[in-house]
Structure formats: C-alpha cells, structure tokens
C-alpha cells in the first residue's frame, strides 16, 4: 500500500527553528516533494528531492534518506507568515505515469 | 505570465446534482492533473491528462469523469453528488506527465447540500 505520515499539528515560536519530519511507505518513488498550503489556498511549492542529502533554499532545507523512507522539511528564522499547512508528498511512478500521493499536512503554528 | 486558473472558485449543490469544475493550465503545459482535499486531509489524486488523453485515474468511483481540450483545459465532471463530495478541487499543471514538478491553481471550493 501507499502510505505517508507526517506530524498533525506543531508549535513554534517566531525567530526560531522548526523541524518537520516525513515517513513514507510508497512503491514507485519517483521524488519527494513540500509544498506549503495556506486555509483554503493552493498547495505552494517548497522543495523538491530525488536523491539523498539535503537541498538547501533560503530559509528553507529538506533532507531525505531513501533507505530508511524518511524526509525532513527544516524552516529557520521562522516569521508569523510561516503559519500555515506543510504538505509532504511522494512522486510515485506506476502504471506508465507519475501522480502525487500526499500526506495529511502538518499544522504549524508560529506564536510570537 | 497567468498561473492555473480554475473556476468557479466556490459551488454550493444538492445532492444528486451534476457539477463541472474547469481549469486552464499555465501556458505551454499539456498536462493536468485533478485532485480533491477534503478538509483536514491531505490532496488526492483523481485524474491526470496528457496530451488530450486519460493517463492515470485514481480510486474514485465512475461518477467523476473528465476530459481535456485542444487548448490543453481541462474540465472535471462529477454525477450524482453525495454530501461526501464537499471538498476542495485543486488542478495541477505540468508541462509533462510530472517530471518537472507541478503548478497548482487556487482550487473549487464545492460543498454539497
């Protein structure tokens, strides 16, 4: 089966650093991606990786281990405006075409 | 350059009813991808288009359908609506079958009555 699994709500305090952390049980994988989604706004996109390692992006880092089906989302510097849904999905290949099998979304809340 | 526009941004229906949901791709994209997030969850997937044909088709039943046209819009049908439909309706635009990402628009609201 395909699964994700991801924190549902987390706390962080503004200036700070927070981690996200995503586990995925998928077949096809094909990339992972982190999108970030305001309420009831589209999912915007974060982060993309395919390999090992992390990619780095301004105030923005994810992580990911294909062995161990494991991905983190790294926020530094956090601002009021970081509040949001983070989304962590995987590219999965099946079929002869790729789709997006998504997690629940972490709510995270930045408070001053 | 205009993003993925998706219209109309919020529906109210009845049960039973019939409801067609549209998008316009980003320029020079030919691939479209419908999902649904019903509240509190994360997107699923429900279609991908491709060159004007099906190429992939979630777990939903045969009461969603859809289509793409020439000019690479898509249109999402959905029959006999349940109050279970309530959710949110996004597009996804790519300029193929998803290798270099997607581009979402801002989605249907749709709630079922």
């Known amino acids: 089966g395909q699964n994700i699994d991801q924190p549902t709500e987390m706390t962080a305090t503004e200036g700070a650093i927070v981690q996200i952390n995503c586990t995925y049980q998928?077949?096809?994988?094909?990339?992972l991606f982190w999108y970030q989604q305001h309420a009831g706004e589209a999912p915007t996109f974060l982060s993309y990786?395919?390999?090992?390692g992390l990619e780095e992006k301004g105030r923005f880092s994810s992580f990911l281990s294909r062995s161990k089906g494991y991905s983190y989302l790294l926020l530094k510097e956090l601002q009021m405006k970081d509040s949001a849904s983070y989304l962590c999905?995987?590219?999965?290949?099946?079929?002869?075409?790729?789709?997006?099998?998504f997690g629940a979304g972490t709510r995270l809340a930045v408070h001053p | 350059d205009a993003g993925v526009t998706q219209s109309p941004t919020h529906l109210i229906k009845t049960r039973g009813q019939q409801v067609t949901l549209r998008c316009s791709p980003i320029?020079?994209?030919?691939?479209v991808s419908w999902y649904q997030q019903v509240l509190g969850q994360g997107p699923q997937f429900i279609f991908q288009?491709?060159?004007?044909?099906?190429?992939g088709r979630g777990n939903f039943p045969d009461r969603f359908s859809a289509r793409q046209f020439p000019n690479y819009s898509s249109e999402l049908n959905v029959n006999a609506l349940l109050l279970g439909d309530s959710a949110l309706y996004l597009c996804?635009?790519?300029?193929?079958?998803?290798?270099?990402?997607?581009?979402f628009g801002s989605g249907t609201r749709l709630t079922v009555v």
């Open positions: 996804a635009s790519s300029p193929d079958m998803g290798e270099y990402g997607y581009t």
């Open positions: 998928t077949s096809g994988f094909n990339g």
């Open positions: 990786n395919v390999l090992d």
């Open positions: 999905a995987v590219r999965a290949f099946s079929g002869g075409y790729n789709k997006l099998i």
């Open positions: 320029s020079g994209h030919k691939s």
């Open positions: 288009y491709y060159e004007k044909e099906e190429r």
